[in-house]
């Protein structure tokens, strides 16, 4: 029994991993159809933020506080850069976004190694995230990062429900042409997507560099899952990528424990595909009556 | 000049470049090397038609390579071991009994048929499926990496019987031949550039036929091509099919003329690799695909062991340069109306093509 | 575009292909006579200096590692060619990038040699790059010293391996588990070759030695979620861990471990892929106490040792450790030196026959080639790792040991290989 709920929990726990890494994604690719392949390398600055801001302030609960927002801010800027400099040439070719993030994506990586060195670096665990919580198996990290992930899904629908701002957001998605006709300056409201989106990103970074170590391939690791949480989730609706990404962390722990953790990677993928046989718009769609 | 003069030109210009001029001014190692470029450049024909034609951005072609590789070594592993003999890793690591599935791949004609066959009912299959779902654009492109992922990691997950992340090398005997012998490498060679002179002349004739007109046409309107009758995913699924045989065929000779084919060569990174060179030539091109992806390969080579880092930002800078400015590749730069491949390294006229097409993949 | 001439498109394709055939003048059947006859070595010693090979991967996920490994290479050779070289000749450095790939290894490894024509070379971490350079150094006949640890069950004419194997590693750290008194352990590795073939030994090993396997367990080359891999080792009740993890995965493995309770004094996890220099990438606070199996650790007294570290630290920094591949590969340019010397000759043949018994008095202690296997008899150590980031010998082997890359001293061990 004590078994199954701390595997249940693994589960749950990988799904907030998932969820704060595709959260970004969901909002970029969902909202505005560009695919960032870059996405990850967002997550590898903010994971790299926390490790500045470590050596800095020294304290390791502070760092992390203080990392949190200036981790925002990393993967932020280098999306709002991004998105200014190349992608906004690029609205009508989506696949070319793919390849350009790509290539975008293969040089901020050859760039930390430059900065940082090839060696992976570390970031301490605050004293008050360490070890598990009470007499459970759950680590107090994982907990934290479920906090976070839960934290950073319900401040974004609300932003996206409430707002102005997230009412000109929604109004580009839905149509962009009627919005601009509206008033809506849709270039900032990509701009503005773009920035949180990559923003969240960075958050990503900084609750991985929790779980393991940062080198520069942190993101490669988890570009494909949050790309996959998208498409299964649905695009469009942030609600599709929290179930998915819960269900496929879920999923995937399952076969892990009755299995191996390879072949486990291996069913979930052909899952995956089977599903998207089934239901090839995903989770949750937008009804739209385009033919697309 | 006349347009299928043109070609024709172009086209013996090609040839007595790969049959005459690289043999004659390259050595052993060198020829070698430009080989397995041209194994990579098979699979460049193939993603140029898919996705410069067909609109579909392939990113998992390292499955069908790999797939193509795999076979040609696992009949290289067998024949090495000789009749009845088991390949010399399984002794190694498994329990030394060979696995039902490996045994038909003693047979050399089993063999050439499976690589050809193979791949192409896989991808015929899987592309119908998902097509006829109208999955497409970004949402094919990351099935088809995550297809990419999951074969990478069952061939290093399975390793008494694929070699895991060892993946199959030393191979003594191709079909027979001796493969330490220089005189069989370099026929290994000529087999290389025959085969992809072939496909590029194929590919040729299918762009200009109905079927690469209606593959046109279903990657700039899907709809409209439906409401006339026509099945595009069927029309899809060919093209597909198509591109997956010529990544077989070339992973089938990089085996032998690499003398190793790993989990390396085909996962998520190598299979957006592979990509690049058609980019940067010029996708929906005839020939800026092979050049570009041969350019490509042989700068990597040169620079990279020089300058590691330079390579890397060099590499990705161009990649962005020339999929966010030049969509038609560098191709589109020479001539206007006639893209033509000529990267400045030929001068001889090259084979003319239609139109630039635009951008691929509208959604 | 008209669609005209047809006919002479397939002719280009008939021509073409016809030429390929014509021009393919077969060469040898494999097994004629003659076909196994070696390439002429190329190799130049006329003049004042002689070519040797590095081949490491600059670049790539190997490239934190084997950094490391072509620093002390470059070490070694600076302090052999100021010492007037071998054989009155200044080593010339070859050197390439590996790029973390098998094939790009094997593609380097025959540049090295045809196009280069070194007289030998050094590198290769990863067991997919060493399978993937042998045929060529086989069918080339030249010379690969190859220093990392690695999984036995190989032994070429053409490698010289300078690293251990497995009875100089992981039966030591069995040995020295059994004699702590553990009786159920966890195997932990990353899927590749070196953890299986590792786990295949111990599973022998445990079953003659009275230890139970209670769980084995691996994660793909860089996986970093280990929840489910740490729950599964809780709950088996193992006493002990065997950890043959790569890189990165044991930095997420190990915080996984010590966040759910685990501690180093009643589970410890024996590592045989953590050494000095990746302390500090996994963080010390979350290895602390946790024990390693090499046959190096920079805090190993000896004179030799002492002069190494203080020459290391003064080309590249008080802040670089020393670790067991870079010792090992340090070790293998002074005894291809020594080989050399011996056979007074750069020949690879003559070296073959030099190299039995060829000593070195190597920072690790003195070290000798078996020439039957082109392994090197070592000293094991396990060690403990501090909380200065350094790891501390705890035991050590009685002696040197000999290498026995197929295990054929052990009886448990038989029908492995």
Same mark, same amino acid.
């Given at each position: ?6 595997? %249940?929990?693994?589960?749950? /726990?990988?799904?907030?991993?998932? &969820? !704060? =890494?595709?959260? @970004?994604? #969901? $909002?970029?690719?969902? *909202? ?54 190349? %992608?906004?040439?690029?609205? /009508?070719?989506?696949?070319?976004? &793919? !390849? =350009?993030?790509? @290539?975008? #994506? $293969?040089?901020?990586? *050859? ?66 042409? !009627? ?114 | ?363 | ?417």
């Amino acid at each position: 029994m004590d078994a199954l709920f701390s595997q %249940l929990f693994a589960g749950v /726990s990988l799904g907030s991993v998932l &969820l !704060l =890494v595709a959260l @970004g994604l #969901a $909002l970029t690719f969902g *909202q505005m159809g560009v695919i960032n392949m870059a996405h990850g390398e967002f997550m590898m600055a903010g994971a790299y933020t926390a490790f500045v801001v470590q050596h800095v302030v020294s304290n390791a609960g502070l760092s992390l506080l203080i990392a949190l927002p200036l981790g925002f801010l990393a993967g932020g800027l280098l999306g709002l850069l991004l998105e200014a400099t190349l %992608l906004r040439r690029m609205h /009508s070719r989506p696949l070319d976004t &793919l !390849l =350009v993030t790509f @290539g975008v #994506a $293969l040089v901020l990586q *050859q760039l930390a190694r430059d900065i940082f060195g090839a060696p992976n670096v570390d970031v301490r665990a605050p004293a008050w995230l360490q070890g598990a919580v009470l007499d459970t198996t759950i680590p107090k990290t994982r907990l934290f990062i479920l906090v976070l992930a839960v934290v950073a899904v319900s401040l974004l629908a609300l932003a996206l429900k409430l707002t102005p701002l997230g009412r000109r957001i929604r109004a580009t998605v839905q149509n962009r042409d !009627l919005a601009e006709a509206s008033g809506i300056s849709t270039t900032s409201a990509d701009r503005i997507t773009f920035f949180l989106g990559s923003g969240l990103a960075g958050i990503a970074g900084v609750a991985l560099s929790l779980l393991g170590s940062i080198g520069p391939t942190l993101g490669t690791n988890y570009i494909v899952d949050a790309f996959l949480v998208v498409v299964v989730g649905g695009i469009g609706q942030l609600k599709g990528a929290v179930i998915a990404a819960f269900s496929l962390g879920v999923v995937q722990a399952t076969f892990e424990y009755s299995t191996t953790a390879s072949l486990a990677k291996v069913l979930l993928l052909v899952a995956i595909i089977a599903f998207l046989q089934v239901r090839p718009q995903g989770l949750v769609a937008l009804r739209t009556r385009s033919l697309a | 000049m006349n347009p299928a003069l043109k070609t024709w030109a172009g086209f013996g210009g090609a040839a007595v470049l790969l049959f005459a001029v690289a043999p004659a001014a390259l050595s052993d190692f060198r020829l070698n090397l430009l080989a397995k470029f041209l194994c990579l450049a098979m699979v460049a024909v193939g993603i140029g038609f898919a996705w410069g034609r067909g609109g579909m951005l392939v990113l998992g072609q390292g499955v069908f390579f790999g797939l193509g590789g795999y076979l040609m070594a696992m009949h290289m592993k067998l024949a090495d071991a000789g009749p009845g003999g088991v390949p010399d890793f399984m002794l190694l690591y498994g329990n030394g009994v060979l696995p039902g599935w490996w045994e038909p791949m003693r047979s050399p004609v089993v063999t050439v048929l499976a690589i050809l066959v193979l791949p192409a009912a896989l991808a015929l299959v899987l592309g119908y499926a998902v097509f006829r779902r109208r999955v497409r654009g970004a949402y094919f492109a990351i099935l088809s990496q995550a297809l990419a992922a999951a074969f990478a990691l069952l061939l290093i997950g399975q390793q008494t019987v694929t070699g895991g992340t060892n993946g199959l090398n030393g191979f003594r005997s191709f079909f027979g031949y001796d493969l330490a012998d220089p005189l069989n490498k370099q026929t290994l060679y000529y087999i290389c550039a025959g085969v992809l002179l072939a496909m590029v002349a194929g590919v040729r004739l299918l762009m200009n036929s109905r079927y690469g007109e209606l593959l046109v046409a279903v990657r700039d309107q899907e709809n409209r091509v439906r409401f006339l009758g026509y099945d595009p995913a069927l029309i899809k699924a060919g093209a597909y099919a198509l591109a997956a045989c010529f990544a077989a065929v070339g992973g089938a000779l990089f085996t032998p003329v690499a003398g190793i084919i790993s989990p390396a060569d085909v996962g998520v990174v190598p299979s957006i690799s592979l990509l690049i060179g058609v980019a940067i030539g010029g996708r929906a091109t005839l020939l800026g695909p092979v050049i570009g992806s041969i350019a490509v390969s042989w700068a990597e080579t040169g620079l990279s062991e020089r300058f590691p880092s330079i390579w890397t930002y060099f590499l990705g800078g161009l990649f962005i340069v020339v999929v966010a400015f030049l969509p038609n590749g560098l191709a589109s730069l020479t001539f206007r109306r006639r893209p033509s491949p000529a990267t400045g390294k030929q001068t001889q006229p090259a084979t003319s093509v239609d139109l630039p097409a635009t951008s691929g993949g509208h959604p | 575009m008209p669609h005209s001439s047809k006919s002479t498109r397939r002719s280009a394709v008939t021509i073409a292909l016809a030429a390929a055939l014509a021009l393919s003048a077969c060469g040898a059947k494999a097994g004629e006579s003659g076909s196994a006859a070696p390439a002429e070595s190329c190799v130049d010693t006329s003049g004042s200096a002689v070519k040797i090979g590095f081949l490491n991967s600059l670049s790539g996920t190997m490239a934190i590692s084997e950094q490391t490994v072509r620093d002390s290479l470059d070490l070694a050779a600076a302090e052999i060619n100021a010492d007037g070289g071998v054989l009155g000749k200044q080593l010339q450095i070859v050197a390439e990038d590996g790029a973390s790939e098998p094939t790009v290894f094997a593609e380097k490894a025959d540049k090295l040699i045809s196009s280069d024509c070194v007289a030998a070379v050094f590198g290769g971490w990863t067991s997919s790059s060493r399978k993937a350079m042998l045929p060529v150094f086989e069918s080339k006949n030249s010379l690969l010293f190859y220093p990392v640890q690695y999984e036995g069950l190989e032994a070429s004419k053409n490698i010289f391996y300078t690293g251990a194997t497995t009875n100089q590693q992981i039966i030591p750290g069995m040995d020295y588990l059994k004699e702590q008194g553990k009786s159920k352990v966890f195997l932990v590795g990353s899927d590749y070759v070196f953890p299986r073939t590792a786990n295949k030994i111990i599973n022998a090993y445990a079953k003659a030695n009275g230890i139970e396997i209670v769980g084995e367990e691996y994660a793909p080359l860089g996986h970093t979620d280990f929840a489910t891999i740490v729950n599964k080792l809780k709950a088996s009740g193992a006493d002990a861990v065997f950890n043959t993890l790569n890189g990165d995965s044991n930095v997420a493995f190990f915080k996984e471990y010590k966040n759910v309770g685990l501690k180093a004094e009643t589970v410890p996890v024996v590592s045989v892929s953590i050494a000095e220099e990746e302390v500090g990438g996994i963080g010390v606070e979350n290895i602390e106490g946790q024990l390693t199996a090499w046959n190096y650790y920079q805090t190993v007294k000896s004179a030799e040792n002492e002069t190494f570290v203080k020459a290391f630290k003064a080309e590249y920094g008080a802040g670089r450790p020393t670790s067991d591949p870079m010792e090992a590969a340090y070790t293998s340019l002074y005894l291809w030196k020594a080989m050399v010397e011996k056979a007074d000759s750069f020949d690879v043949a003559a070296v073959q026959t030099a190299a039995d018994g060829v000593t070195f008095d190597a920072p690790e202690g003195t070290v000798t080639v078996n020439g039957e296997n082109h392994h090197i008899a070592k000293t094991a150590y396990i060690g403990k790792i501090d909380q200065d980031g350094l790891i501390y010998p705890v035991w050590e082997s009685e002696g040197a040991i000999e290498p026995d890359p197929f295990l054929k001293g052990y009886d448990w061990a038989a029908g492995l290989s």
